[in-house]
């Protein structure tokens, strides 16, 4: 599902994937745990690239990967 705010689209992930809401967009890219098949169908959907990566270990911690992530500017 598809929302949209002000400046924002919100994409409700589908019941049971809760955990793909820990995606994490890299300019064109999002990364997104491959264990979340219809959530990546949904951004697939949306027009971003996927990068599905295995986060079922990470999942284990109760971490996601926005979480474990390091965000930086361009430039820098």
Known sequence: MLLHCDRFRVVVV????????????VRGDVFLGDCFPRSCDL?????????????TEVAKLDAGLSCMSL?????H
Not at 43 to 55: D, M, R, S
């Open 14 to 25: 589908p019941t049971g994937e809760e955990g793909a809401a820990s995606a994490l967009r």
């Open 43 to 55: 951004v697939v959907q949306l027009g971003f690239e996927i990068q599905p990566l295995p986060v």
């Open 71 to 75: 965000r930086w500017l361009a430039g």
